[in-house]
């Protein structure tokens, strides 16, 4: 999902929240809900429109293609005094396309001392002079540059997933640990959190409007994604890279590239994680690469209740991409609505309405943007946000349905924190690639 921005005030919109008054930028707030019932209820916070002003903030853009891209005119447009001005990729292709998109859609220049390219570009933007780390690089290199980003004092909005391996996925809870030790601020690419209609949802389901929580079920469930074909001149590396939407060792596959949004909110909701994972997938249309076409997992809480996931990349087939939890009152597609079991809607976020009159079926700011003013807003009211955590367990929730997928075996949240697995080659260097095999992962024979 990906909502734009509206000119709307938000103040049209908010409506439960509205009346509560702006109760602070972050985090659970709980008030008496009147003098007359003295119980306690949730209060969703106000998230700001624009982050407030305050001394210049630079930030370094790691990762250049359409995400990394994206988020650099999220942070332009944040608020004031706010610069992009490094950027680094694999790629000078890459870059010089963001340095293009920056410079006519934002009139922002990039110096070419401030580019770097290869495997080690992520150390010259540590080095460098910025505040903050937009990090949207392959996400098997995400841990090593967040870990950096952190050991260089360095605030960081991290993408999704928080990597693609048990290995990788440990070393951003470890390093979200020392952020947060350090005071610096962190905020995931996952979206639903910083989305005022699912917070405006969360709030309704926290406060008892669907009774006690009991089942859900996840759908990411889209069409096939392209093919990057090798062209003449690319080595091995370069091949496998141009193309990473089919290889697991950098998305994590479509269940943990995906449906880590879906599962983030499910542990959102339910307020814990799953801890053991039994599924099936499978790959029949998928042309190249060694990635799923599809994933089928239950996933059960440690209290016995569970919830469904699927996810499907296939084209010709249904597509959703939806959350739904079940309650002893009723369900919720946690983003908008809450109904009975009679499928009525008994409640329904209000949207704001457009110039015609009618809703305009969207929140007024896009999670995209929002995620980056609340991030800026914690960085210069000095008051922290660490998002580390929630983004590595839903991580690490995927790939212990990836694994019982592939292996056909049970996969438990104790194997997920003592697994030593490692996805990828070896080394990382363009040229040949000589330490890695492709190998479709097939259940019974794996490890």
Not at 153 to 161: A, W
């Amino acid at each position: 999902m990906d909502n734009k921005p509206g000119t709307t005030s938000r103040r049209d919109f908010i409506g439960n929240v509205a009346a509560l008054g702006a109760i602070g930028t972050f985090g659970a707030v709980n008030l008496l809900s009147s003098c007359q019932s003295r119980k306690k209820k949730f209060v969703p916070p106000v998230f700001p429109e624009r982050a407030p002003d305050g001394p210049v903030l630079k930030a370094g853009i790691i990762g250049c293609g359409g995400r990394g891209t994206g988020a650099a005119f999220n942070f332009i447009d944040a608020g004031p005094n706010l610069q992009v001005t490094v950027l680094a990729d694999l790629f000078q292709d890459r870059i010089d396309r963001c340095r293009e998109s920056l410079k006519e859609q934002r009139g922002v220049e990039i110096s070419d001392e401030n580019c770097f390219t290869g495997f080690d570009a992520y150390k010259r933007v540590m080095e460098s002079d910025v505040d903050i780390i937009l990090e949207a690089s392959v996400s098997k290199f995400r841990p090593k540059h967040f870990e950096a980003a952190v050991q260089a004092r360095k605030h960081v909005f991290i993408e999704k997933p928080a990597g693609v391996d048990p290995v990788g996925v440990r070393s951003v809870m470890a390093s979200g640990k020392m952020a947060e030790a350090a005071g610096l601020c962190v905020v995931a690419g996952t979206q639903r959190r910083h989305q005022l209609d699912y917070i405006t949802t969360f709030g309704m389901i926290k406060n008892g409007a669907i009774g006690d929580l009991k089942s859900a079920n996840c759908y990411w469930n889209r069409t096939a994604q392209p093919v990057t074909r090798r062209r003449e001149g690319w080595c091995d590396m370069e091949a496998m890279i141009r193309n990473r939407a089919n290889w697991i060792w950098q998305t994590g596959d479509s269940i943990v590239n995906l449906l880590v949004h879906q599962l983030d909110v499910i542990n959102w909701f339910f307020e814990k994680h799953p801890v053991r994972a039994t599924g099936f997938g499978g790959r029949h249309r998928r042309q190249t690469g060694d990635m799923y076409d599809f994933f089928s997992v239950d996933f059960a809480f440690d209290d016995k209740r569970s919830f469904h996931g699927t996810t499907r990349e296939i084209n010709g087939c249904s597509n959703r991409v939806e959350e739904i939890i079940f309650g002893t009152k009723g369900y919720t597609n946690c983003q908008n609505k809450i109904f009975d079991y009679d499928d009525n809607v008994i409640w329904e976020y209000q949207y704001p309405v457009g110039d015609d009159g009618t809703s305009t079926g969207r929140v007024a700011i896009s999670p995209y943007d929002q995620e980056i003013i609340n991030l800026v807003t914690a960085i210069r009211n000095n008051t922290p946000i660490n998002e580390a955590q929630d983004l590595a367990v839903s991580s690490l929730v995927g790939i212990m349905g990836r694994e019982s997928a592939y292996t056909g075996l049970d996969k438990t949240w104790e194997d997920m924190m003592n697994s030593n697995l490692e996805l990828g080659p070896k080394e990382f260097r363009m040229g040949p690639v000589t330490d890695f095999e492709a190998v479709v992962p097939v259940p019974g024979r794996a490890p």
